[in-house]
């Protein structure tokens, strides 16, 4: 019995013994320790490493010297005892007869002070002076004492450091070198200490954020989170790798770790911290769509560093129309602008029959196409076309037949069109056979598709068949519209492709009157209007929205008959599937209207990025950081920058074509008036040339929007832009003139009138407009050093400044007593008054050059203009 | 010993053909149609070159193509200064079967050797409209003198890619302006976009090893000191080639161009 109750005991005692054990022994106390054990690990590593550092000559040499220096020391023990005796001595005598001459020093200063002090009061002070007299001697003789028992305490002490100072240098040295050993040794005993298999001071690691309504105690495994040093650490405990970047600007302890990450912060073991359990719905987040949180506070912009795949989404839902069934803040009301065309006069544009195989599969037409494909049930592709292509316009036709009746159909117009269609870089925008970009449509095989009277219209005036279209009015000449519309109208398909064309098709058997009727219904049922207005016919398909779309549980989402396995059960792969196949969850009793857009996987990606942003639980304001108005202007600027595709032609931002100038520093260089002005109504800067500045017919909201932009990238002030308005004198202007004269500058610049029959290839802009257009500072800047600011230009400078001075032309030399900067400012205030010219300037012929006076930085003797060649 | 070299000095000719962002019109059979070429003794025998002295010509094969057209009429006062028509330089071909304006020099075994600076001051002259020289070598930090001996206005636009790049006004006939590059490059275009049609090439390089060629098509490279050496020549319109040449074995390099087809 006893024995039994004895092995209950022990089982008992055991038994509590675990319950111990398991409840000091918690997950994360294993990571600490872990991580402790590494940090001295590396620690031992470091002070190896340190101490192989030590082992080289350099110690061994300092050793020696100590070890020398020591002996030395010891050998003369008795000198040295000595001397420490003698120093003291000395010390101890010159300290006394100093202190006695600052006594002196101090009767001495007392006695003048009297005696002035009497004979600023009329006393006659012979006693003082005496006194002074006395005293003075008496110091200069103390004096005198103590300098030589200084003399005698500095021999006795450079006695002793005879002995003393290598000792200290030879010490010193090792300490220097031994120094990192002794950090380290030091750091290895605490780290060590810390270390052990019971260690104190095991605790969980928290941020306590209210605010955000988190505890994250994400750092009581991963130590190693904010230390730099440990980016090759094993997991959990490395460095944080964007370290220097996000977590700068980010600190764990403003922030915390799950905002960003997900995750359950306040669990403590693994699986739960991670949030990898049922019940949990904001799980870690770990590859790329960890950029989705980066948008519950940077929301509202379109360029993030750091967050390329989510802005690619943004950027996709834009493009892409999603938002015009699914709307969502931060997008366009639909009114304003929608991502198709206007479904207008289709039937004085294309054939009922391209029509049908368009809406049929968009992308065997066009591979490249944003619109989408929808699942069609018999005969309702029929019904739309025929709809549509009831629509007629009949203004479309007459400006084509005048065109065509006075220019006739040469085979030259083909060759000339496509001329023009490369100079005006119609390519920026269309995909033109293998080149181009895909922003609109393409125009491979655009004759195909629609009439030679609509192209025509078209190009003369784009927004009159299509108010809200990005296409800008190039202001073409009828005959440019003419050859590019002969040229468009050939370009044909080849086979089935050439059935498409040719005029109205009939439906099989069914009165195109119903037919038309029916079309009417199903473009309001299937969501055209989304992305095309229609007049005359309202939306009748109601979509779900998308706001809280990453908060919904898998309970509120409908995953059809697919199963786990195929689909998991969470709200990405839900989304995914849909992006990807949206009748993929359908049943008897629901049918997705949503057509199929044929992304490819990293566009999937993309938008599913993007859409798991649509969070209602986002973080609160005040942890958001609110963009700049210079910011929102930058954000503004850049949305119709990318809306009208202007890098197609321009570069901005360092980004685009270089087709039109480079738009950097613009904000600088042009007055806000004049770029306000030229943006709503462009005119050609350089007529010569077939390129030019086309109309996109901004509205007053854009324009604004797009100066403010330009300012805002060179920081110059907006509304309100100040510069320094020029005052020139009559001699300024007279010197700025002559100098314009002797400069040439007309031998490129144009000024007003663009000169006839001859070579235009250097021809320069019109100089009468650079008091409209420019800065004045900008001019001065430009004038000076024209590569400075834009690398490569043609302009040449008049000034050059060459291996540190200016070189001035002779017969410029005394203009302005050649002074460069006055000269520079008197040619801007010249040209900010320019007007023309009514004769040609004589040119002045002088041989050799020197360097302007006062700028010269050494005089260098002038030179010979010849020399032998070598 | 000079005998033996004399045995060893048989003219070598080991042809490269290295693609050049200025060449145009280079077919991949080129390659071929030298290296046939050069495997005839066409190229005659050289003399015996003392030790070390590197020297070589420019031999043209092909029909010389037909030379652009200048259309000066944008400047009266470059027209006036010529009678006749004037033509481009793209392509220049000596009386002797040779290519004159090639830029040779030694790309590669000089390196780490210092040479002493290069003072002497050379001439870059903008002449009837025209870049006298149209192409030239000069040194690392070598002092260049342009000069507009015209009556109208020249910029000078260095356009390197290496080097600072420069564009200086010259309004004036007599005008002179120092200049000089202070890092290798090959090779300098320079332009006048005031005369589209005017255009020269500088090779800056940091030794005193280089040539170009004349009216004779031939090139001295000077003394060499015993080693290996790749040569380099350089033509604006033709892909520039390359040879390994060991000093003193090497006796007269040889380069030939080959037209194929069109005109420059």
Redesign the interface.
Known sequence: MSRAFGWIGIVLFLVTLWGFWTEYNREWKGYQRGFRRLLAERTQKELQEARDRLSGPELEKARAALEQAVTIKKENQEDYDEGVKERKAARHIFFKEDRKRQFIKSRLDAALYRYEHEVKSGRAGEFEKGAVEELKRELSEQEERAAGLEKIKDQAEARVEHYDSPVDAAQADIGRLEADVRRLEKKLRQTQAQALVFPRGLEIKQFNLEELGRVDRCMTCHMGADQPGLEDAPPPFATHPQFKTLLASHPPEKFGCTSCHGGQGWATTREAAHGRVEFWHEPLLDGKFIETRCLQCHSGVTQLEGAPVVMKGRQLFEQYGCWGCHQIEGFKPLEEHRVGPKLVSLGSKTSQKWLEAWIRDPKTVRPKTRMPAFRFAEGEVEAISAYLASLRDDTIGPGYAAAEKELGHLSQYLAEGQELVGKLNCAGCHKVGAEGDVYAPELTLIGDKTRPEWIYQWLKDPKKLQPHTHMPDFRLTDREAFVITEYLASLKGQGVRAGLQGGVQQGGGEPQETLIARGKELIASKGCMACHEVEGIEQKLIIPPLTGLADKHIHELEFGYTRPEEVPRTVYDWVRHKINKPGVFDTERIFANMPTFNLDDSEVEALLTYLMTLTEHGLPESSRSPLTERERAIELGRQIVREHNCTACHKIEGVGSDVAPDLAGEGKKVRQDWLFHFLKEPRTLRPWLDARMPNFGFDDKEVTGLVAYFAALDGEPYPYESFETPAPTEEGLEAGKQLFE???CL??HVAGEVPEG??T??LAPDLTQVKHRLKPEWVKAWLED??KIQ????????W?Y??GRY?V???AKDILGGDVALQIQAVRDYLMVFEGVEEEPE???????VPAEGEATQAEPV?E?????? | MRTHFAWMVTPFVLMAAVGCSEAKEVKSTETAVVAQATETPSAAPAAPAAAGHVTGKIMFSGTQPTLKKLDMAADPVCQGLHAGAVHSETVLVNANGTLKNVFVYVKKGLEGKTFPAASEKVKFDQHTCMYDPHVMGVRVGQPIEIVNSDTTLHNVHAMAKVNPEFNYGMPFEGMALPAQFDKPEIMVKVKCDVHPWMNAYIGVVEHPHFAVTGDDGSFDLGELAPGEYVIEAWHEYYAAQTQTITVPAAGEVVFTFAHTEGGA
């Open positions: 002797m400069f040439k031998a490129c001859v070579p290839e250097n024209p590569q690398p490569g230009t043609r302009m040449p400078t008049n050059p060459i291996m070189y032309p002779p017969p040119p002045l012929p002088e041989p050799a050059v030179q203009p010849v020399f032998e060649t070598q």
